[in-house]
């Protein structure tokens, strides 16, 4: 619309951002982002890449039981890695659940990195 000089409300429609995050390159082009929030996330070991990647499979959130559960991460570790990754608004807990804030970083998450249950 711009190049065409069309006037056009700056919003974004469902559509708008499905068409985009869509297309195959999509994460290509936004791994510098992605990589970039994964990597801050690894850099004291790899407690909140667990987290991200338990949370990436379960976008409804999960409560911190379910996270001590799951991750076998002990509670006081668990809360702080928490605490970390909320500090670098990566994810945020609501009325008891842990979600990721970003749902696209989430689906990258769940696509590049998968919950290995066999593990």
Do not use: C
Request: glycine content about 6%.
């Amino acid at each position: 619309m711009f190049e065409q000089v069309r006037n056009r409300d700056a919003v974004f429609t469902v559509e708008d951002v499905e068409a985009v995050v869509n297309k195959p390159e999509f994460f290509t082009r936004g791994s510098n982002y992605f990589n970039g929030v994964w990597g801050q996330a690894g850099e004291n070991g790899n407690t909140e890449q667990v987290i991200l990647i338990h949370l990436a499979k379960y976008p409804q959130g999960l409560s911190l039981n379910d996270l001590v559960e799951l991750t076998g991460i002990d509670e006081s570790n668990l809360q702080t890695a928490l605490d970390t990754l909320t500090r670098h608004d990566v994810i945020a807990e609501n009325q008891g659940r842990w979600r990721i804030i970003v749902e696209l970083f989430r689906l990258w998450v769940e696509k590049s990195h998968p919950l290995n249950l066999e593990s």
